[in-house]
């Protein structure tokens, strides 16, 4: 069984342009989260879609961050523009039903300069 | 006030070594309690959930005290490969389940 699949590995990318993270879930899971972690601030919980539905998104930073689930298999995070702070590996990670583990992807270095 | 806080460590111990690590919460309505371990440069991995009579995995002893608000994890025998930071996760039902990740607590193990 496939896991948690992300891509790019790494993104570096310059001040100003679009980023676009893509996310494929262990199929059959029905939850999908995003999250960016850094040194300072650890794992921040971006946004979470459930049925494909986003529920919370309260952990978007700015309007410069989006994110889509258009179908069960498949979800991205835009940001743009795009600034230095965003540097951070960004995870995504999907679950199975009430109070499942997350099961997460090997995550997106990006680097913004 | 962070929903879910830690003790950043780092525990730096011994190989063999009993080690105990702590954590607070701050929703009372919160619903299940998890440990997750996470390597230098990886994902985070599931190491145990937490049960509220306390659950035991091998050498891991997971412990939830809901009136506090308050989760520990026990590791006896420390191992150098038990060297990493764990995790402390809560999470609770807003039309689907947020989980929200505390900051971490390191570990190291010496031989």
């Known amino acids: 069984d496939a896991g948690v699949i992300q891509s790019p590995r790494h993104e570096v990318t310059e001040m100003g342009q679009e980023v676009t993270l893509r996310c494929k879930p262990i199929?059959?899971?029905?939850?999908l989260f995003w999250y960016r972690q850094t040194m300072m601030r650890g794992l921040e919980l971006l946004i979470y879609f459930n049925n494909n539905v986003p529920i919370d998104d309260s952990g978007m930073p700015e309007d410069r961050f989006s994110a889509k689930m258009p179908n069960a298999s498949f979800s991205t995070l835009k940001i743009q523009p795009s600034e230095p702070r965003d540097s951070a590996v960004y995870f995504c990670a999907s679950s199975w039903g009430a109070n499942e583990k997350l099961f997460f992807g090997s995550g997106t270095q990006l680097s913004v300069l | 006030r962070k929903e879910v806080e830690q003790d950043p460590g780092p525990f730096n111990v011994p190989e063999g070594a009993t080690v105990a690590f702590n954590c607070t919460y701050s929703n009372s309505a919160s619903q299940s309690f998890f440990w997750y371990r996470q390597d230098c440069r990886k994902e985070p991995k599931l190491l145990m959930s937490?049960?509220?009579s306390g659950n035991e995995d091998g050498r891991f002893t997971a412990q939830l005290n809901r009136a506090s608000q308050y989760i520990s994890l026990l590791i006896r025998d420390s191992k150098l490969s038990d060297s990493a930071t764990y995790l402390c996760?809560?999470?609770?039902?807003?039309?689907?389940?947020?989980?929200?990740f505390g900051a971490g607590t390191r570990l190291f193990v010496k031989a």
């Open positions: 996760v809560v999470s609770f039902n807003t039309g689907g389940f947020k989980t929200i």
């Open positions: 199929s059959g899971h029905n939850s």
């Open positions: 937490v049960y509220s």
